[in-house]
């Protein structure tokens, strides 16, 4: 869906969680400018070092906006939205001509009770996406099923070679398992949340 080019800038947000640190490494193979953002400077540190990502921004830090900006100069021609929220603020006024959006995920807002606060937003992304020409497609890994195959052989030769790394963060016990599953929606996670239910049987 984002249809990645050598040389084009892209935003990840959850960079440091399962989808965004593979959506950043696949995207760096391509050629692309990868910049990621991520909850904390220990996960900004491991995508940057470790992933190999141009950029990282911590998503606490002060004027988020500003800083994305410093970090794409050429501005964004491809948003992996998984966030929404301010990742999605700071992004939008950096969209370049025809760029591309893959919604997968607005996580900032799964958990919301009330409309976000502030003016709203939906005249400001209507407007850009005409006068960019964006194209804004959600994308459910369903949709690709097809390609599962390919993906699956490709990505798990580079796995085997460490040239794909990934990280995971497991909570003992499945009594423990709504406590992470919270967890990991308010960003408490590093990596990958999974739950051990019990032993290892082998």
């Keep these: 869906v984002g249809r990645p080019q050598p040389g084009e800038t892209l935003v990840v947000g959850s960079a440091s969680g399962p989808v965004g640190s593979l959506t950043g490494q696949l995207a760096r193979r391509m050629g692309c400018r990868v ?5 904390g400077a220990d996960k900004c540190a491991w995508v940057k070092g470790e992933l190999g990502f141009d ?6 830090a002060p004027d988020l906006a500003g800083r994305l900006k410093a970090a794409c100069p050429d501005g964004v021609d491809i948003y992996v939205e998984l966030t929404g929220g301010a990742v999605l603020d700071a992004v939008l006024p950096l969209l370049n001509l ?8 607005t996580i900032a807002r799964y958990n919301a009770a009330a409309p976000p606060e ?3 937003r939906l005249p400001m992304l209507m407007r850009l996406a005409l006068t960019r020409r964006l194209l804004i497609q959600g994308l459910l890994v369903s949709d690709w099923e097809q390609l599962r195959p390919g993906f699956v052989a490709r990505v798990g030769a580079w ?3 460490d040239a794909i790394r990934y990280r995971e963060d497991v909570t003992e016990g499945l009594e423990n398992a709504p406590a992470a599953f919270i967890g990991m929606l308010e960003g408490r996670n590093f990596g990958k949340q999974l739950v051990r239910v019990g ?3 082998s």
């Design 35 to 39: 910049v990621g953002i991520a909850g």
């Design 118 to 120: 502030g003016p709203d």
């Design 55 to 60: 950029a990282c921004l911590d998503r606490h």
């Design 159 to 161: 796995l085997q070679e």
């Design 98 to 105: 025809r760029a591309r959006i893959p919604v997968i995920g």
């Design 199 to 201: 032993p290892d049987a």
